[in-house]
Structures are given as structure tokens and as C-alpha cells.
């Protein structure tokens, strides 16, 4: 018997390497070649072939079809809107998160509104058992409809004839990392079974029109478990984050082939499931203190959704060497652009100051628009006068101290008007042809930095 040779793949990049190195040549990440053995002969599979036998065809680009493939929407708005409008038929949507953040939880509530409405749907579960499910369904008020299967099978080779037995509209995948190819000899979860496994489901997905949600592991740095080329694959990559000492969950998109990416949907767990925060500027701002320093509003933009956020700053005198700077929600080195352009621009002594900056509600904050609520925050800490609570603020700082324009100011104006704000403050001439539009709040236009503070803390 011929001795099984062995190679080394990557499970960060996926390139494979003959012999092991502590480094991955192609991405250059450390300790991330794992042994796996090499299959002596490639494995006969049809490409493009649905479950019917069709094989796909050529077509022009005017003659494809698109209305036999409307958008599909759930009850969840907030699903909906990180979708990009809807679920798209035949897509490939990835859905990763930390243990216990209520992955399964969203996806099996998902599959129960779908199948209330007609569409059938297989949950295939290699985690849990059938009672186990049905368990955690009965909890969540998610009845059992004649449309909703489940499936507890982790061998695709069993999955796929499945599929093709019940012709399903949905199938969830609950997780990708406990699937397993039986012609694959490698083990549960290695880089060669998350990449054969997926292709697999890809295949199905796009060759017959059924839509496949995955969960996916994360490691301990929030990425993905298993290789980036399984991001690569999919159709659509959600995030859900948050963390077990808040009830709420956010729900992002990093990837998404057919809607916005950077979209956000927000939701809160409570002990019948997971249920929508339809207004999240009011939940981000229900416990802010009318009367403190070092806070600002910003009217912030995830995705296509202008969302008010509470910018919290605390500067305090440095009893170290070198001022120390703490941001949680927004970049550090934001933090210390900013307090440089502070001390430059509007003669603030920042050198020997500790600073500490969070964005409320434990929302991430990465856009430009944050940049004057932020130094505002600062200012006002630094020289413990409050600002007025019905004041917000929109605007990006330049390193010369101007106030330079956002995408979408006309959004933010009415989102804060909407939220009873009496003051925004913008970009000078951001808005001057849109003042028709905006009755009840009064859009003050600054131009520098300097501006800016003396008019918010006057």
C-alpha cells in the first residue's frame, strides 16, 4: 500500500506548502500551516449541474431573466435592511459571531417566519439534535410548520440527497465547521473540508435556486474560522456582535453582492428571542445626562441608516510620562489625530492630558463624520463645560483645523430633527441649497475648528 503524502495549507490564505513553516509564505501569518493529507486522486464532480441533471448554459447578457427571481422579504425589517432589501433566491449568505451571541438563535426564527409564509425550509444541525431544536423552538414561540424540516447530519454526501428529496426553498447550515466531505481525508473542520464543503453548497445554491445560509465560527481575534477564501465564495458576509454583559445585538454586513456593505441592523435579546430595535438613535441616547461635559451627539451613517450615537470623552491630567489614550468604539488613532489638531489649530494644551473616548451603547464608530462630535466631546472635557443637550454634530476635521463635508447631510439633518435636536452643526455652505427642506431644527454652518468650539461652548 502507497504511502499517504502529506502537505501543508494555510488556514488563514489557503495556499498549500510542501513542507511545514512557522510562517505562511503567501500571507505571512504565523502558525497557520496545518498538516492535511494530500488526495492521491481528484474527486469527479459535475460542474454547474442542478440536482435535476441541467447542466448550466450561455446566455446574453439581455436575455437573462431577473424578474423570475424577486427579492424575498422576512418579517424582520432590520434582517431586511442588512440584506440589502430582502433575501436574494439561489445567494450563498455566511453568517459569523462569537459563541452564545444568538447565531442559531436568528437563523432558526428566520426559518420559521419563512415557512409560516409558504416556504419550505430544511435546517440541517450538526451541533444539535432534532428534540434539542425543536427544544429551543418552543421557547422562542417559533411553531412547527409543515413547511420547516430538520435534518441533524453532518456528512454533505447525506445533506445533499436530502436537499434533493425534500426540494427545499431554504436550507440552513448550522455550522459550517462541523460539516464534513466523506472523500476528503482530512479532519472535521480543517481548511480542506470548510473549502470542499462550501464549493459543494455553493454549487447547490446557484444551480438551483435555493438559498443557503451558513454560520460560521469565529476565532479569538472576531474573524471568520476556517480560510479567507471562504468569504471569498459566499454571496453575502453578516457579522453579529455584541457581547454578553449587553442585550443588545448588531448586525452587520461586510460583504454584500447584492445591497449596501457596512449595513447595520439592531437587535435586542430578551428571553422569547431576539426582537427589533426599530428606532436605535433612541436606545443609544435613552440614558445620556442633560447636563455633562465631555458629551456630543453625532448623527453617524451605517450602511444606508443615519443613526444619532452619544460621543463620551474624559481628559484628565497624566500622572505618567507619556498622556495615555484609550478609545473604545472608535479608533485610537483618530483619538490622537484629533487632540493634536486640538492643541495646533485651537490652542488646547493636550500634551500632558490623559484621554479616554467610547462611543455609547457599544456601537463601532469608523466613518469621517464622527471627527467634530469627537474633538467637541474633547473640548468640552478638557475645559468641563457642558454642551447643550439639543445640539449634534456632523463633520469631518481636516489637519489644517476646516471642517470638511460628509455623504448624505440632508439625512442626518432630518434624523436629527426627527429625534427632536434643536442645533446641527455642519460643514459651512453644506446645506444652503437644501434649507427648504428643514423647518424645525436650525442648521448652524462652521467653517474651522475654532469656529465650531466657540459656538458649542459658549
Known amino acids: 500500500m502507497a504511502k499517504a503524502k502529506t502537505q501543508f495549507v494555510c488556514s488563514n490564505c489557503g495556499a498549500v506548502s510542501q513542507r511545514y513553516m512557522g510562517r505562511c509564505p503567501t500571507c505571512g501569518a504565523w502558525g497557520t500551516l496545518v498538516e492535511e493529507v494530500q488526495q492521491t486522486e481528484k474527486v469527479d464532480r459535475k460542474s454547474r449541474v442542478n440536482l435535476a441533471g441541467q447542466i448550466a448554459k450561455v446566455e446574453r447578457l439581455n436575455e437573462v431573466d431577473i424578474e423570475e427571481t424577486p427579492r424575498i422579504l422576512t418579517e424582520s425589517n432590520e434582517f431586511n435592511r442588512v440584506l440589502g432589501g430582502g433575501i436574494v433566491p439561489g ?136 480560510p ?92 505618567f510620562g507619556n498622556a495615555q489614550r484609550t478609545a473604545s468604539g472608535i479608533d485610537r488613532n483618530r483619538v490622537s489625530v484629533l487632540m493634536a489638531v486640538l492643541e495646533k489649530r485651537a490652542n488646547l494644551l493636550m500634551q500632558n492630558e490623559d484621554a479616554y473616548v467610547r462611543a455609547a451603547g457599544g456601537v463601532k464608530l469608523d466613518e469621517p463624520g464622527i471627527d467634530l462630535a469627537l474633538a467637541i466631546a474633547i473640548a468640552s472635557s478638557y475645559r468641563d463645560k457642558e454642551t447643550h443637550v439639543g445640539d449634534a454634530f456632523v463633520g469631518e476635521i481636516g489637519l489644517t483645523g476646516e471642517i470638511r463635508r460628509v455623504p448624505r447631510m440632508l439625512d442626518r439633518v432630518l434624523e436629527a430633527q426627527k429625534l427632536g435636536f434643536k442645533r446641527i452643526f455642519v460643514p459651512k455652505k453644506a446645506l444652503e441649497d437644501k434649507k427648504n427642506d428643514i423647518t424645525d431644527i436650525e442648521v448652524i454652518g462652521v467653517k474651522t475648528l475654532s469656529d465650531a468650539l466657540a459656538q458649542a461652548l459658549d
Do not use: C, W
Open 91 to 226: 445567494s450563498l449568505v455566511l453568517i459569523g459571531g462569537d459563541p452564545g451571541i444568538g447565531k442559531s438563535t436568528l437563523l432558526l426564527q428566520i426559518s420559521g417566519d419563512l415557512s409560516s409564509h409558504g416556504q419550505r425550509v430544511l435546517y440541517v444541525s450538526g451541533e444539535e439534535s432534532a428534540s434539542q431544536i425543536k427544544l429551543r423552538a418552543e421557547r422562542l414561540g417559533v411553531q412547527g410548520d409543515a413547511e420547516f424540516y430538520l435534518y441533524p447530519e453532518t456528512d454533505m454526501s447525506h445533506i445533499r440527497k436530502a436537499i434533493d428529496e425534500a426540494k427545499p426553498d431554504f436550507v440552513v447550515i448550522d455550522s459550517i465547521q462541523t460539516m464534513q466531505q466523506p472523500d476528503v481525508q482530512s479532519a472535521i473542520g480543517s481548511v480542506s473540508q470548510i473549502r470542499e464543503t462550501t464549493a459543494e453548497l455553493l454549487q447547490i445554491a446557484k444551480t438551483n435556486g435555493i438559498t443557503i445560509f451558513i454560520v460560521g465560527h469565529v476565532t479569538k481575534e472576531g474573524a471568520i474560522a476556517g
Open 228 to 319: 479567507k477564501i471562504l468569504e471569498h465564495m459566499v454571496d453575502t458576509v453578516l457579522y453579529f456582535e455584541g457581547d454578553n454583559q449587553r442585550s443588545y445585538r448588531l448586525l452587520r454586513a461586510a460583504k454584500n453582492r447584492f445591497g449596501s456593505t457596512n449595513e447595520l441592523g439592531v437587535f435586542e435579546m430578551v428571553h422569547e428571542g431576539l426582537s427589533e430595535v426599530t428606532n436605535p438613535s433612541e436606545m443609544f441616547l435613552e440614558e445620556r445626562l442633560d447636563h455633562a461635559s465631555g458629551s456630543a451627539v453625532v448623527v453617524a451613517l451605517e450602511g444606508t441608516r443615519p443613526v444619532l450615537v452619544e460621543v463620551q470623552a474624559l481628559v484628565t491630567p497624566t500622572v
